[in-house]
């Protein structure tokens, strides 16, 4: 009557029995089988959750499930001998141990072996009829020994998110491999888990079980609290149902998803909860306790007060890695520190980059070339065309692009204009806006110029610098990925007249379609842009890949490229989304995290409109950054971009504050892309 839909893995049991039988509750717990070692951190007892994406066998996710990582070391993984040198696995005997490696009298040598030449059979225990073995070499001997331990130390290093030395629990019947190690390098102790052994079973036995309630409510005329207030109590009541401890019942996971082309405010919930079988709560703060105290608070009204602007960043004279003509020929790794750059300038928008990554790297893969031409060399007369998606980010989480929009949106432009393409601009800075001219421009064979009409990203066509200083948006082209275009002349003058019509445009086309500007002139780059935007996007990937290689604070990494500002460090316990004319808009709720001296006792909350918007101090109601300062939440693990599609319940993030280009804080673009220009007509940004 209670069929199991969840199956823990060895990995989580492993951990959750470390944490029970060692009352180790924040630990890396190394799990040694007989074929590989998996390696996760406890936190609060619990498995520590992979960040906001999860790859199984290659393939990017979003499932939510504990962050491991493996080796290929365990009791049965083949021994390599090459003169004095040892290298162990990947491969195994595995459950043929008994049979074939050399302590139990077969004529493989195991890992196992290694542990028995250095320490004897009898740590194999009693039950086993196990012998001695001798190597050809004590070198051998002592370097096997030395393999296992790096081998390990290399594993623990890579869930490691910072230098400091932790606990490490060792299970699993391969501990064994360890016996007589003291020292693990980034071990600040290390425990062998009373009956290490059976940790695993431990672990299954003190499972819990859940309760899951998923609803499509058409949410208009209703009130939002009171709609996720009863999915808790039901999903609390069905854990119940199914055998929970009711005192130990708690609901781990909200999230809530607007159906955007279906009519009434459709929006998916989904509402999880656990309990335990068993009397076995690790101490932490209830979750459940978490939410509820979230959720009993309102949507807040827009803030109210004075916010000063941000006016130190760090200086970029020229584009990096170029050549004597100006051009800079992109690597796989340039592509992916650049992805992880716009991401964070997006501030939340210009859709996800993980997309472009995905599909420039794989041009590169192809032979293809991406190159970047630096504004220093563009000539009188080259023409150049600014590019990018308009619409709602999160339909790209169901919705590829077909690869062609944005091209044939610029050849549509380019034919009414006449004359060559010189290079493509990213009309905004962030996001996956700031990695599809890759692919235009490789398609067309031109470069991408470094510059950008923001710096950052911002939800509105006339936002872009060019409108802001005067210049005309028409001709322009709205290209979907079913071949339609759409085209507005120059009859059109105002800016905010063509982000009306465009917007209308990309809600028939699904939410989502490809924009071409008009061309700019070389005078126009010059006095209408942000210069060198691609270089700095790049140069803040890099800081950040860097930072995580060499086990530094990604997110200190990100505040010094930047010379930013860490506002906020905690956990999302609310995502208030909804759809709004082809915007995603919203609030994020924000609590600091227990044990955190700074900011365990304070909350935050982040107004969304496809891009971050407005940070304010809900208690006080003090606003504490506004637009166009960037505003940008980071998993504070790896320091990449939270995109406001992806944001959910329970992730932990950083709110940084960076400096927007001085050309964004004029009095004259505030009144584009200040917060008034957003309807905080109450929030008044001091220049």
Known sequence: SFPIRTFASGPTNSMRGAAFLTKELNAIVVDIG??????????????????????????????????????GLGGGSLV?????????????????????AKCFGGDVLTASDLAVANNGAAILGSNVTAKDVTLESEAIQMNGKKEMITMVEEVVDKVKTSRDDVPVVLVGGGSVLLTGVDKIVG?????????????????????????LVERVIAMEGKNRDEVISELKTEALANVVANGAMKDSAEVVDVSETPIAYMPGGLTRFTVKAVGDLESFTPARKKVSEAVSKSSEQTTPQPPKGEVNALTETQEITETANINNDGIWELTESDVVAMA?????????????????????????????????????????????????????????????????????????????????????????????????????????GVPVLDVDLMGRAFPKIDMVLTAIHGHGLTPCALADDGGNVKIVDETVKSASAIEDIMRAFVVDMGCVGALALPGLTKQQV?????????????????????????????????????KGQLLFRGKIVDVHRYLDGGFNKGIVSLDGLMGDSTYQDRKLKVAIQNENLVAYDPISGKVLAAVPTLITIVDSQTGESCFTENLRYG??????????????????????????????TDVEYKI
């Open 34 to 71: 007989g074929t590989t070692t998996d390696v996760g951190v406890l936190d609060k007892g619990y498995p520590r959750q992979a960040s906001g994406e999860t790859k199984i066998g290659g393939v990017r996710t979003s499932f939510r499930m504990p962050d491991v990582v493996s080796c």
């Open 80 to 100: 390599h001998i090459t003169g004095e040198s040892v290298s162990i696995g990947p491969t195994s005997v595995g459950y043929e141990l008994t049979t074939k």
């Open 187 to 211: 071990a600040s102790k290390i425990i062998l888990a009373p009956h290490f052994g059976v940790v695993n079973a431990v672990g299954a036995a003190i499972s819990q079980v859940s309760g």
């Open 340 to 444: 992880i750059g716009t991401g964070i300038l997006g501030t939340g928008g210009g859709g996800d980059s993980h997309l472009g990554k995905v599909r420039a790297l794989q041009k590169l893969q192809k032979g293809g070339k991406i190159t970047i031409l630096s504004p220093d060399h563009l000539q009188d007369g080259d023409i150049v065309y600014p590019l990018g998606f308009m619409g709602a980010p999160s339909i790209f989480s169901e919705k590829l692009t077909s690869g062609n929009e944005t091209e044939r949106a610029v050849r549509e432009v380019n034919k009414i204009i006449g004359g060559d393409i010189k290079a493509v601009v990213s009309a905004e800075a962030g996001g996956m806006n700031g990695i599809e001219p890759l692919l235009t421009a490789a398609n067309l």
């Open 526 to 562: 010059d006095t209408s842009t942000v210069r060198y935007s691609l270089t700095r996007a790049w140069r803040i990937g890099t800081a950040v890949v860097q930072a995580r290689d060499e086990k530094r604070s990604p997110v200190e990494a990100l505040l010094q490229e930047t």
């Open 651 to 680: 992730m932990r993030v950083s709110v940084v504050i960076m400096a927007c280009d001085s050309q964004m804080r004029t009095a004259k673009a505030l009144e584009t892309v200040g917060p008034k220009a957003f309807g905080y």
